[in-house]
C-alpha cells in the first residue's frame, strides 16, 4: 500500500480508504492481456448464450488496467490473501485484515 508523509512527521503514514463506488460485481472468468508496460485484466460473470445464434459468448462487465509493476503488486497481495484463507489455524473464507487507521 502507498505512504504519505504529513508534514513535521518523518514516518510514514497509510492514506485513509474513501469508498467512491461500493458496487461489487461477481466474476467466475478473466480474460488477461499483457505487454512489456501493461497488463489489462477483462472480468466476466461467466459464459452466456445468444438467444437468436446459438453461440456461446462472454460478456465483459468491467475492465482494469494496470502497469506491469501494480499488476505484480496485485498478484502478490492476492497470494497473501489466499495463503492467509488456507491456514489450518482458520476455516476457509476466514481472512485477517489490518486495520487501517
Known amino acids: 500500500m502507498s505512504?504519505?508523509?504529513t508534514?513535521?512527521?518523518?514516518?510514514?503514514?497509510q492514506p485513509k480508504l474513501r469508498f467512491e463506488q461500493t458496487t461489487a460485481?461477481?466474476?467466475?472468468?478473466f480474460v488477461i492481456t499483457a505487454t512489456g508496460e501493461e497488463v489489462i485484466v477483462n472480468f466476466s460473470s461467466g459464459?452466456?448464450?445468444d438467444a437468436s445464434s446459438g453461440e456461446s459468448y462472454l460478456p465483459i462487465h468491467t475492465r482494469i488496467a494496470l502497469t506491469a509493476t501494480g499488476a505484480r503488486r496485485l498478484a502478490n497481495l492476492i497470494n497473501q490473501a489466499l495463503?492467509?484463507?488456507?491456514?489450518?489455524?482458520?476455516?476457509?473464507?476466514?481472512?485477517k485484515w489490518q486495520k487501517i487507521q
Open 3 to 5: 505512504t504519505i508523509k
Open 83 to 95: 495463503s492467509a484463507t488456507n491456514t489450518p489455524q482458520q476455516p476457509f473464507g476466514a481472512t
Open 25 to 29: 460485481l461477481y466474476a467466475s472468468q
Open 47 to 49: 459464459n452466456q448464450s
Open 7 to 13: 508534514p513535521g512527521n518523518n514516518l510514514p503514514q
